[in-house]
């Protein structure tokens, strides 16, 4: 607590450091389109009640997203910039801190909130629905899009496995990208135990780890299965419905006020001699076939389109 109320308080000036590594981080990687974007702080703690945190909390964040801003002039492609709101894991009573940023244009701002619901203990007991509506609640009243930080499941049991699955079909119905913790995690990662134990047996993330030892276990193939599924890596227009199973390769998005001849590129794991495609006001659909799937592109006619990826009939 003191290490974060010395740095909101800019003592020796951190704070200012703090700036000066992102200026530097957005200088070096200025227009580099493979560089997606900037999550500023993870989890910052709320030190101190959130009330008078607020504006030591807001400053900070306003200088950095300058000076990062200072350094995209000019390019072709610029960062997102992802804030996370504070949370108080120490003291639940200092309250939730949800950066306003008055006086910040919201162009390429997005938050990054975590979440954990029906994984971890997040001290408010809602449902990863539930959890969502309330991001989604706070960031319409800001005028930013949501990025999900971070989410995750560590084993694989019936009731984890469909928890995946219902958090997938949310993420879709909402139109949300994110990050999953995390790929790998070895036996030492204080994640893996508690004081003064040891690691022992599988440690379950995208791939798993045998301990002790840092033993490859593989991928976890039923998170893989769900994380690779059908999904768009580019829709024109704004996405009004998007529907994609990872059991039967099915997928489905709509999309509304999409200009005349934009791209639509989805990303598939199915082949195109199992699954079929159909599609409205698209044209130019090719199918390119590429390491485990094929890629989907077509033009847009303007206005509003669909694209249906279905499983073929086979008739005995």
């Not at 290490?3 to 530097?24: C, E, M, Q």
């Not at 997203?65 to 804030?83: P, V």
């Not at 701002?109 to 971890?120: F, H, L, M, R």
């Not at 490859?216 to 768009?232: C, K, N, W, Y």
């Amino acid at each position: 607590m003191r290490a974060w109320n010395h740095f909101y308080d800019n003592t020796d000036g951190i704070a200012d450091r703090f700036v000066a590594v992102w200026g530097a981080i957005a200088k070096r990687f200025a227009g580099r389109s493979e560089v997606a974007g900037y999550d500023l702080l993870n989890e910052p703690e709320v030190s101190r009640p959130a009330t008078e945190l607020q504006p030591l909390f807001e400053d900070i964040f306003a200088r950095t997203i300058d000076t990062i801003r200072l350094a995209q002039e000019g390019q072709q492609h610029s960062q997102l910039i992802i804030i996370e709101p504070g949370i108080a894991t120490a003291n639940p009573e200092f309250g939730l801190l949800v950066p306003q940023l008055a006086g910040v244009a919201r162009h390429n701002i997005v938050a990054g909130p975590n979440n954990y619901a029906e994984s971890i203990d997040t001290g408010f007991d809602w449902s990863i629905e539930e959890t969502t509506d309330v991001f989604q609640t706070f960031t319409s009243l800001l005028g930013v899009a949501i990025w999900v930080g971070e989410y995750g499941f560590w084993d694989t049991s019936e009731n984890t496995v469909e928890q995946a699955r219902r958090y997938a079909a949310d993420q879709d119905d909402n139109a949300l990208g994110g990050a999953r913790w995390q790929w790998r995690q070895g036996c030492g990662d204080p994640h893996s135990l508690s004081w003064g134990e040891v690691a022992v047996g599988l440690v379950v993330h995208l791939n798993a780890v045998d301990c002790p030892g840092d033993v490859d276990a593989g991928p976890t193939e039923v998170f893989m299965r769900i994380l690779s599924r059908t999904h768009p890596r580019v829709a024109p227009g704004r996405i009004t419905l998007l529907h994609s199973d990872s059991d039967t390769g099915g997928f489905k998005p709509e999309a509304s006020t999409a200009p005349a001849d934009r791209e639509l590129i989805v990303w598939s794991p199915t082949r195109a001699d199992t699954h079929s495609v159909e599609f409205q006001a698209l044209v130019n659909l090719t199918s390119h076939p590429v390491a485990g799937g094929r890629i989907i592109k077509a033009l847009t006619t303007g206005g509003d389109y669909t694209l249906t990826l279905s499983a073929k009939v086979t008739i005995p």
